[in-house]
Nanobody, 114 residues
Framework: QVQLVESGGGLVQPGGSLRLSCVAS????????MSWYRQSPGKERELVAS??????DYADSVKGRFTISRDNAKNTLYLQMNSLKPEDTAVYFC?????????WGQGSQVTVSS
């Protein structure tokens, strides 16, 4: 059974940093594309960053500020978020596709506000 469990959200001031974690289970983590998405109130869920093998990709809005990484030995995906802006406020979800089915974590709230 695939499970994705996130942690690490919270309230941070503009310019601050947070690191999100996503612990995966139920599949061979190292073999699969893993992604972070976010959703703000009234907006569609958007792709933030993805990781597969040695390749990483980022949305233009977070390039240079966010870093996606993974520890395959710990089955854990990370999102290091620096220089946070109020517009980064959202619920952040980790995601994978396994055997043709989409899986999501429970979501982690990130609020950037002074």
């Amino acid at each position: 059974q695939v499970q994705l469990v996130e942690s690490g959200g919270g309230l941070v001031q503009p310019g601050g940093s947070l690191r999100l974690s996503c612990v995966a289970s139920g599949f061979t983590f190292s073999n699969y594309l893993m992604s972070w998405y976010r959703q703000s109130p009234g907006k569609e869920r958007e792709l933030v960053a993805s990781s597969a093998g040695d390749r990483t990709d980022y949305a233009d809005s977070v390039k240079g500020r966010f870093t996606i990484s993974r520890d395959n030995a710990k089955n854990t995906l990370y999102l290091q978020m620096n220089s946070l802006k109020p517009e980064d406020t959202a619920v952040y979800f980790c995601n994978t596709v396994y055997v043709g089915r989409l899986y999501w974590g429970q979501g982690s709230q990130v609020t950037v506000s002074s």
